[in-house]
């Protein structure tokens, strides 16, 4: 069972994650709970992370909008200070199956 490592969830059991807002230079950007972002998902539960309709996804979720480009949130590529302060030193990898660099 994936657990989110944000709000120690079970993701699947449809719990809203704890993360309502991240920040950005110390402003706070509020997230955009499953339900209301566009494309509109037309399930009662987040086809990804399995959030009821009105709760926030768990980051790293698939269908998470960014609340501040309005892209996917997971390859928009927008920095919270969550994310750690300097993009260049963390090595980002949602994929976690990169082919083997040598
Ligand atoms: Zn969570
Ligand atoms: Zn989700
Ligand atoms: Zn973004």
């Not at 980051?59 to 501040?68: F, H, L, M, T, Y």
């Amino acid at each position: 069972m994936a657990v989110c490592h944000w709000c120690d969830e079970e993701m699947p059991k449809g719990g809203s994650c704890s993360v309502a807002e991240l920040h950005r230079g110390g402003t706070s950007v509020a997230m955009i709970p499953f339900g209301d972002e566009r494309p509109r998902w037309s399930g009662e539960k987040c086809g990804d992370c399995g959030v009821r309709r009105g709760g926030f996804h768990h980051p790293g979720c698939d269908i998470q909008r960014c609340a501040v480009c309005r892209g996917q949130m997971l390859s928009c590529g927008c920095r919270f200070d969550e994310d750690g302060p300097d993009p260049d030193d963390v090595a980002f990898d949602h994929e976690g199956d990169l082919p083997g660099i040598a």
